[in-house]
């Protein structure tokens, strides 16, 4: 069994393909043309456990076909099985996408599985479930919006069968902590280090932040990959979440915790927050802090997520998201010895 990746050296897609590598003969991997991307594939390659299988395409999501040599299609017309895309979140207007497709089309795969994220849902309030897609949400950020037009082009076609994976925020891993880059709680790990000065019995007063969800990249990359290779239907959504609903501010009460800081205490609305950094002079507060100005709308939802296909597809096995409080200890220590 043989797979084309793209997007393999990002976060998820580094589990991902060792993972595969278990299952098949060969991995292909888009390369993007430049330096920086062949560093980071053969650095990649390194780790990889079975990587004397990897082996790089020349490839460009911004290209029709991707750029790939059309005698490298044609030679492995039908003998690749499955397509991962994983670089979805990066194309701003879906046509990379659409290039994927024609590319999967072209080498007849049996399956193309699209990594979208929960952040389709934009400013949804209520239960946005997995069969749930375009319900006339507003989508706040760039991100958003680019997510939910590369999802949306996977969806108008009916070429290729599809299956796509809508991941929560992910974060470390749950057994080593590893991450490669900072996003979701990590933006606010410098406030807590430095609100641990306090005194603890203090509360932190904060603006009601509303719920979160956050899985770890090992969960998604093995829940993914057991997923892709069920038989059965496509056109298929899976959340990639955990079921249990927490607030951003019990998520960064584990962690203030780990910090020795004051508790967070919601007590404010949080048009409160919004009210504050409107004033001339205050928008430089957050990003001082090492908070972005949009990390509130990357971190929390207005909506909740059911994941009913992902728990049939995950019955029998021991694929599970871990309880955010059992394994906090660990993301907050790789943080503290490699990131500050």
Known sequence: MAYLVSGATGWIGRYLVPELLKRGDEVFVVVRPGVDSAYRFDRCVREWVGGDRVRAVRGDLDVHGLGIDPDWLARHRGSIEHVFHLAGGHDATGFGTRHLVEVAERLEVRMLHHVSTVEVAGAAEGLY????????????????RAAFEAERAVRD????????????????????????????PYHFFRLLRMAAQLPRLLPLVVPKLGETNMVPVDFVARALDHIAHLPGRSARTYHLVDPRRQTAAD?????????????????????????FLRVPGASWVLPRLGVPRDVLEHSE?????????????????????????????????YWIENWV
């Open 129 to 144: 479930t997995e069969d749930m897609f375009d319900i006339g949400q507003v989508l706040l950020t760039p991100f958003q």
């Open 301 to 333: 939802f207005g909506c909740w997520f059911d994941c009913r296909n992902t728990t049939i597809a995950l019955a029998g096995t021991d694929i599970v998201v871990p309880p955010l409080a059992a394994y906090a200890p660990v993301i907050w220590k």
């Open 251 to 275: 998520v960064l009460n584990l962690f203030a915790d780990q910090a020795g800081a004051p508790r967070l205490v919601e007590v404010m609305p949080k048009e409160t927050l919004e009210l």
């Open 157 to 184: 076609q009916d070429r290729v069968p599809w299956r796509i994976y809508r991941p929560a925020i992910v974060i470390g891993h749950s057994r080593t902590g590893e991450i490669d880059r900072i996003t979701g």
